[in-house]
């Protein structure tokens, strides 16, 4: 009986704890007023949140004194850093910390394997726009789809490296306008179905390619639309597009579109498969 008690007790424990370490971290991505990541933020915890809650009751929650100080001194470091807050890539790493203290306080080390697929939501929410940048040259790439989208819309755009240049003006692809955040976006929304529905090795194959294209499109089809904007000298409206609501308007249609992909692609053949039955 006293055994059951300190269960129940460890788990009301490690829900507030958990409880308040999702606030911070969702607050303080408000406050950096990336919409993104807060939109990607809410995404991964409501995964993670999801996956723990179907398999609550089969947990293994025994732990021992290292793993729970481990996990208690991460928890604190997180705690440390929210007063401190870096509105940068400490904003991606503490969810894995996070969880990696919550997970090492509940089940040790040896438990973890039991949460490999929420530690690795959240291994992949420590990607970034600015490690992405350091190891691919994103701005080439999109510079000549977008070069590409403007020849073929009639166009006389001239691309020179990073240079997008009309007649009547030029633009430079930088960082900003790479399309990497949707990117990393649509790659998460991925990783969270997959992770949640039963799927095949061709769909686990397929879908993070579809998400990349997807986001990598329509934000070349955005940087059209600047260039054609810059041409015109517009600035206004570039910069509506560039920095304002409008890049905001371009994630979220890259998001629906990517939405209705997994609804008549992948559920759509679960639940065929649910009703496909053998008399």
């Known amino acids: 009986m006293s055994r ?19 606030t911070i971290h969702l607050t303080l991505t408000w406050r950096s007023g990336n919409t993104e990541l807060l939109s ?32 208690f001194a991460l928890i604190s470091l997180v705690l440390f850093k929210s007063l401190y807050p870096g509105y940068g890539f400490t904003l991606h790493v503490t969810p894995l910390i996070s969880m990696l203290g919550l997970g090492l306080i509940a089940s040790g080390v040896k438990g973890l394997k039991q949460y490999w697929r929420e530690l690795l939501l959240l291994a992949f929410f420590v990607l970034n726009q ?17 070069s590409v989208i403007l020849w073929f819309l009639g166009f006389p755009v001239v691309q020179q490296g990073e240079i997008l240049s009309l007649p009547t003006g030029s633009v430079q692809i930088g960082g900003a306008c790479a399309g990497v ?27 993070p390619f579809v998400a ?15 260039t054609v904007l810059a041409g015109l000298s517009n600035k206004e409206a ?17 998001v629906f579109i ?17 009703n496909s039955v053998e008399f």
Request: hydrophobic share 60%; proline share 1%; charged share 15%.
């Open 130 to 146: 600015e490690l992405i940048l350091k190891v691919f040259n994103v701005s080439l790439l999109t510079a000549k789809l977008t």
């Open 258 to 274: 990517f939405g209705l992909i997994c609804r008549f692609w992948l559920l759509k053949a679960g639940s065929e498969k649910e």
């Open 212 to 226: 990349v294209i997807v986001a990598f499109t329509l934000n070349g089809i955005r940087v059209a639309l600047m």
């Open 40 to 71: 990607t933020s809410f995404l991964f915890w409501a995964a993670v949140s999801s996956l723990l809650w179907q398999k609550r009751d089969g947990l293994e929650l025994k732990s021992d004194a290292f793993s729970s100080i481990f996990g």
């Open 181 to 207: 955040g949707t990117i990393l976006q649509l790659l998460g929304l991925a990783l969270v179905v997959l992770l949640i529905f039963p799927t095949k090795l061709k769909e686990k194959i397929l879908l």
């Open 238 to 254: 570039f910069e509506y597009w560039h920095l304002g609501d409008g890049s905001v308007i371009f994630s979220m249609i890259s």
């Open 4 to 22: 059951l008690k300190l269960v129940k007790d460890l788990k009301f424990w490690l829900i507030a704890i958990a409880a308040g370490l999702i």
